[in-house]
């Protein structure tokens, strides 16, 4: 009988490594590979504290957000060089055709590198060159959110003018985000900067309700204007707000993993994540920092099925709403769905029946 059950936990595996996928909220900083950290750190002569992959996947296991974001700290230490960035890119977006991830939007952190002695475009243009060789040998589309960060407010306009310039816009800057603490740090301290960015055409895409509670996520929406919300898990204690969310379609970038693993939520099955698909939300889902939280994309809704309670239905409809809510242009994603469709009715014959 758990030979059967297991057999039928590996076939459900497979069926969610062969779906296509689409992730909408998962940071570069939290996407270096060990080994690859290793290199930057040895070609630009930096000192870490750990000599291989095995002892710094060790340091994985956090006990606090400290930890956590000592570790992510790390990865932004080691990039020094425009080519450093080309090469995280590249190695990202091999880790995500592995699991075939057709689109990412994929969030970094530009303030972290202003003291680099590069400028940001020069950064971004090397992004630029390990994605296009991305979609040429995979077909894997990128397209980037600048983030701001809420504890860090003073370079916040200069980055905003930089997001939001047509030079940054060319170069596949689609959203601008705000990530970091919440707590004592509301959205409201940024309003002129997304004001600025949304007269420019650029969406704000911020982080709220992770960290802080629903007060904060009425926050950013009243202040910010959001066209997504990255987690927003803390909606689940006022039903008013899960109403406003439901009534104005306002998609939640949801992931399960970091919650957990950050304390967010206490366990797998306490996340809200069916509770907010059942009331009617707009859900997405993503693995946020798929090396910090050793996580992927189909492990992700692998504990979802296994621990959430959702259904392979549940997940199909996530990656639909991820290309739906997603910045491509409209007849984008009409091919992708189309694509995505024909190959969920493919996967499903093949493992489902
Ligand atoms: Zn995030």
Known sequence: MQEKSSGKMVRLERYLMALPKAELHVHMEGSIPPSLLLRLAERNRLKLPFSSAAQCRKLYAYSSFKDFSNMLLLGVYCLRRPVDFHDVILAMGEGLVLHNIRYAEITWTPQFYLNRGCALSEILGAMNEARSKLAARFGLEIRWIPDIVRSRPEPASAIAEWAASKESTDAGVVALGLGGPETGYPAGN???????????????????????????????????????????VSAIDDQELVAHLVRDALPLEVCPTSNVRLGVCKSYASHPLKRLIDAGCVVTI???????????????????IRECGLGPDDIKAAILNALRVSYLPDFEKIRMTGSFTATFEELDSRFLK
């Not at 004001?195 to 992770?210: D, I, K, M, T, V």
């Open 286 to 304: 993503n693995t946020d920092d798929p090396v910090l939280f050793q996580t992927s994309l189909t492990n992700e809704y692998a504990v979802a």
């Open 190 to 232: 940024f309003a002129s900067q997304f004001s600025y960015a949304r007269q420019c055409g650029l969406p704000a895409n911020p982080h709220a309700g992770e960290g802080a509670g629903a007060a904060s996520i009425w926050q950013t929406i009243e202040q910010l204007n959001p066209v997504r919300i990255g987690h927003g």
